[in-house]
């Protein structure tokens, strides 16, 4: 889901000046500012707004997770009677418009990274989409077979698990505590949810899982603008 938030770790490592007709500076504190204006402007070029990796993803679990509750609560009553289609159907729309944000964002950053870095998002990726082909190709065939509520809590809690799970492999590859911190966060609240049940899960995951992504967004943005 977040392959992208590495980006936010490249203004760490890159320092790029670009050529410049004028002048050099005439003294040291000159010289300084120069290279600070040039790696703030290289940062904002290769970093991607952290709202716009962070908050797509937080905003389709606290709406999907959310309807799944109100449909099912933990008593098996429906607090709002919604169609039994609707809340997967909003889930899968919202998570195709973060990914498709996501693509957007990150393919204009790492289109001008290359080598390990770009090689190492590319696999990540690949991990992302292979892994939940087949993890979701299990659960189809496993799910039919149990009652409703509990086949949407093994959906549910299979699919946030290795969320939580690839996001700390994520945070591990480029040393980026914050997508490490989110990935133990949301390992956390799918196994409290799950041993909850059925409705308290998708209410954990909504308000727990996609709140933590909104603030992990807003406080990683506002780390961007201290920084740049």
Not at 72 to 95: D, E, H, M, Q, Y
Not at 102 to 127: C, E, L, M, N, P
Not at 156 to 173: D, F, N
Not at 192 to 217: F, R, S, Y
Request: proline share 5%; hydrophobic share 50%.
């Amino acid at each position: 889901m977040l392959a992208g938030s590495r980006a936010l770790t490249l203004f760490r490592k890159v320092v790029c000046v670009e050529p410049d007709d004028d002048a050099p500076p005439t003294d040291a504190a000159a010289a300084l500012r120069l290279i600070q204006d040039q790696r703030s402007a290289t940062a904002r070029r290769l970093v991607p707004d952290a709202r716009l990796i962070y908050w797509p993803w937080g905003v389709a679990w606290l709406v999907g997770f959310g309807l799944f509750f109100l449909r099912l609560t933990p008593g098996g009553k429906a607090l709002v009677p919604l169609p039994s289609w609707l809340p997967l159907t909003v889930l899968f729309v919202l998570l195709a418009a973060a990914g498709a944000i996501q693509a957007v964002v990150s393919t204009r950053a790492y289109g001008q990274v290359i080598g390990d870095s770009a090689r190492r998002g590319k696999w990540y990726g690949y991990a992302w989409a292979l892994g939940s082909v087949s993890v979701y190709a299990g659960l189809g065939r496993i799910s039919e077979h149990l009652p409703p509520d509990q086949g949407a809590l093994l959906w549910s809690a299979t699919a946030v698990g290795l969320t939580g799970a690839l996001h700390m492999a994520g945070g591990a590859i480029w040393l980026d505590r914050d997508l490490f911190r989110l990935g133990v966060w949301i390992s956390v609240i799918n196994l409290i949810g799950a041993i909850a049940g059925p409705g308290w899960h998708a209410l954990v995951v909504a308000v727990a899982g996609g709140g933590g992504i909104l603030v992990v967004g807003a406080l990683a943005h506002r780390r961007q603008r201290q920084q740049s």
